[in-house]
């Protein structure tokens, strides 16, 4: 009953006019972000966070949030259309989703998509009601060294799904932490790696970092691609199919993989590190091997579509858990988030719920008002985006490197901020082109700061022995979980990526 | 280019850790964890780690390289946007802007000059209006004020 009404105050503060139109606004660049390949949410995050800070906080963070799960929906369109991922998450909803496209089936698989994300994000959203709330209770008792461990748990899981080069992931995630270092030591007042600089005494901001990797860094890497050269000449044209609207025969024999899927979909996203790609792979090696028409998969099988989509939005929501209830972020994505959250003076956690019972339950509602404009903005505006997918990419990437620079300046009106956004989007290039993990980075520097403060606090309550982490039993549990995560992580990625190799043979 | 990378962090490495070991303590005087606990552990692995990453790169002769048109493109784009931080501080951001999408597009976008030309009129005014009008955000200062 308190859940219930928690969740109508935060109706009440989400439907206000000024909240509902940042939440319009929110979803529809979160799906122009999705439909551009090459950039996902962290991209679109990171981009248009300077964008929000004239804005009230809730209304700013239910734009931000809106942006990170409407991604989602929008990069499928692409994957149907173009056979062209909008990002990684929706790399799975190309092996059924173009042949259904190419077998005139466009419209049905494009309608089919914007339900099974509108199913796993409200499922998503309804989990996290009820579960946030719980979450918050058992980590309540957490204090410093659960935190660090915490922290510790969230790197080394996404260090663990980078796989083979889980080394090039740890350096990474070392220049994340070494870059979290720079500034005043809170401690000891003494300065860090400033060089004598003013401007480097409060810390290296994560934002220019974060715009440089995601935002420049991916351009220059589409760029090296050649994604400029290529234009949107093998676009389906779906508009021009007899039947737009699905069959009753796909709405049928989807409706049990859309409720399997939301629920594995949502379990990954709750996992640090795991995140909606491991969840699309996951659900869809999962729902072919359950279902009866396994062998249909990668040629056109509406549920192999439906599978993905619904688990990569599932776990989106998902993701939410760790980071309103630990303050931990599990992706990339998530981390643009909690900066977003701490820029405001709000530091998710076991008490940020009950504390901040406005935001918090104002944001879980404007997930379901998002989840329904989404599904509304996904099947209706479907023109639009087309005509987004064919804007030449060469035409874009000035107008990005524009919004970049100018994003980065307009945060603390600092020329040495967007001179470290331009460095930090050339080293994200070659950090890409190289096989390194911009992800662990951004997740490292977030975290170092928030790890090195817990250490530090742990060391002075148990008077620098190492023993407190196996004497408290809430870190022995974090232990146990990251140890088992750590070991079963891989083996549920190369389950996933096996199927799904298999299934893009299928379909070739 | 690869190993040029690898060597590039390893340097920064090196240069992170010396700082870390001169300059920083491990410990304070009240025996608490320094300034200098995280950057010496953080150091001195990245260190180790850099080195073993950059032996078996040393040793993996097959690594990809990109062809010569990629790296022009890639290196073209680079050097536009570098053009741009420094158009920016000389000329403030409404001016700089113009500037910048007027030669990438023309660069870029090559055969289009009317679209081009409107896009780099078009994409700066709207953004002056929403950085400046709208959301009242700092958009770059001149230093050089051009008569216009």
Known sequence: MDIFSDLVMGLTIAISPINILYLLIGAVVGMIVGVIPGFGPSAGLAILLPVTFGMDPIGAIMMLAAIYYGAMYGGTITSILLNTPGESATVASTFDGFPLAKQGRAGPALVMQAVASFVGGTVGVILITILAPMFAQVSRSFGPPEYFLLALMGMLTLIVMIGAQWKLGVISALIGFALGTVGVDLETGQSRYTFGSAELIGGIYFIPIAIGLFGLGELFYAFYSGLHKTGSGGIVEYDKEERFWPTAQDWLSTRVTMVRCSVLGFVVGVIPGAGATIASLMAYSTERSLSKNGDNFGKGEMAGLVAPETANNAASSGAMIPLLTLGIPGSASTAVLLAAFLLWGLRPGPLFMEQNPEFAWGLIASMYLGNMALLAISIFAIPLFVQIIKVPYRVLGPCVVVVCALGTFSVHASFVETFLMFGAGIVGFFMRLYGFSAAALVLALVLGPLAEEALRQTMTISRGSFAIFVERPPSLWIIAITIALVVLLPLLNRFGNSSSGKAEKAGQ | ?148
């Open chain 2, 1 to 148: 280019m690869r190993i040029a990378f690898f060597v590039a962090l390893l340097a920064a490495s090196i240069f992170y850790s010396y700082i870390a070991f001169a300059d920083l303590n491990f410990m304070t005087r009240s025996g608490r964890l320094g300034p200098g606990f995280f950057p010496r552990i953080l150091g001195a692995t990245a260190i180790v780690m850099t080195i073993w990453a950059l032996l078996e790169e040393m040793r993996n002769e097959d690594a990809p390289h990109g062809a010569a048109q990629q790296w022009r493109d890639v290196a073209l784009l680079m050097a536009l946007a570098l053009g741009y931080a420094v158009l920016l501080r000389l000329f403030g951001g409404l001016v700089a802007t113009v500037i910048f999408l007027a030669v990438a597009l023309s660069l870029l976008n090559r055969g289009k000059p009317l679209k081009n030309a409107l896009i780099s009129v078009l994409v700066p005014a709207f953004v002056y209006l929403l950085f400046d009008r709208i959301l009242n955000a700092n958009m770059p200062p001149a230093l050089i004020d051009l008569p216009i």
